[in-house]
Structures are given as structure tokens and as C-alpha cells.
């Protein structure tokens, strides 16, 4: 019977820090809380394997190896690829897992396609004002260097725009938690160009410092 606490402890070791390799908004701490929040959301769902869904959670961004385009499908491959899960895990098990990683990226065209996908695509969204803009202005600085302060702003508001407004790709998928909620506060801010510009200012010159 496997272990939980084994299987925690070898993400930890072997899988969290290769994220140590990809721009900030998806370092480590981003896996980490993907993880700690699709944890959190199991307790809703008593049927979910809580190793498939660690795991899945864990392995969900690491196809960003090979670029952000297909990192959800590359993710689902690397998932596939590795071994090392066949101690632990059963080949529909592995199946689901490299689901759930590819199924979690906002701008997917389909729902997830299981209650795995589900709640690791949930997790994934970080709806909290502040985290959404940092992430995305600190990959528009890293992949974009050479847009000057305003066109940093332009980008992402357009992205924000495109991701998190009203009729934007952004979909929830779980009930459970504060992300509906906290969606309809960002997208007030969105709504408000004063507060969305001081919301950026104050971000750009806190990443510069």
C-alpha cells in the first residue's frame, strides 16, 4: 500500500525544485501552492486519492522546460515519461495523472476531464489581486525586456483583459472556496482604470526595487 508521506517527501525532493528553473510567477512557491491548495479542496471530494491528486498537482507546470505554448501537453508527457511514478501508481492511475496536468491551463478548450483536472486547474487559479499582477508583469519583464514601462502596462492590461474580465477564458470549475469571490473583486479593479493603474504602479516599482 503506498504512502502518502513517501510520495510528499519524493515531490519535494526530486520534483518541486525544477520549477526552480522557470520565470518567478512559476517557481517553486507557485508548485507549492498548487499543492497546498488542491489539498485543501479535497475535503470536499472524499472519493479523491489524495497521492494521485499531490502528484498531479506537483508535475502540473513542468512542461514550461520546453516553453509556456504547449507546457500543459509537454507537463502530461513528462508525466508519462517518468519511471519512477510506477512504484507508487498503476498505468490508468499514471493516465489520470498526466490528465490532470494537462487539463489544468486556463486557456484549454475543453473542462477537465476528471475531478483530478478539476481541482488541480482550481488550485492553479490564484485569484488574489495582487499575485495575479505581479506574476504576469514579472513575465512580461522577463520575456519582454525590451517593452519600456508603459507598454508594460499596455501588455498587461490587455492580457488581464483577455484572462480575467467578464467573457474572458478564465473559467472556474470548483464551487467550493473564495475564487468566484475574489474574481468579482479583481474584476472591479480591471473595471476601474485609476485603481488598475495604481495597482500596476505600485507593483513595477516594488519588482524594481
Excluded at 56 to 64: C, R
Excluded at 142 to 171: T, V
Aim: proline share 2%.
Amino acid at each position: 500500500m503506498r504512502n502518502l508521506d513517501e510520495i510528499k517527501t519524493f515531490l519535494e525532493q526530486e520534483i518541486v525544485p525544477r520549477y526552480d528553473n522557470f520565470d518567478a510567477g512559476h517557481g517553486r512557491d507557485h508548485a507549492e501552492h498548487v499543492m497546498a491548495q488542491a489539498m485543501n479542496l479535497a475535503q470536499f471530494y472524499p472519493e479523491v486519492d489524495l497521492c494521485i491528486l499531490l502528484t498531479a498537482a506537483a508535475y502540473h507546470d513542468l512542461g514550461l522546460i520546453n516553453g509556456r505554448e504547449r507546457h500543459h501537453i509537454d507537463s502530461a508527457a513528462i508525466v508519462h515519461a517518468d519511471k519512477r511514478l510506477c512504484q507508487w501508481f498503476s498505468d490508468e492511475e499514471i493516465n489520470t495523472i498526466a490528465d490532470a496536468a494537462e487539463d489544468h491551463r486556463a486557456s484549454s478548450d475543453h473542462e477537465p476531464r476528471t475531478i483530478y483536472g478539476r481541482i488541480v486547474a482550481e488550485a492553479d487559479r490564484i485569484i488574489d489581486s495582487n499575485t495575479i499582477v505581479r506574476r504576469a508583469l514579472q513575465y512580461g519583464m522577463s520575456h519582454y525586456p525590451g517593452l519600456d514601462r508603459e507598454e508594460q502596462y499596455l501588455r498587461l492590461k490587455e492580457h488581464m483583459q483577455e484572462k480575467y474580465a467578464e467573457g474572458g477564458y478564465l473559467r472556474l470549475w470548483i464551487p467550493h472556496g473564495d475564487n468566484a469571490r475574489r474574481l468579482a473583486e479583481f474584476r472591479s479593479i480591471l473595471a476601474d482604470e485609476a485603481a488598475f493603474r495604481q495597482l500596476f504602479e505600485k507593483t513595477y516599482n516594488t519588482i524594481n526595487q
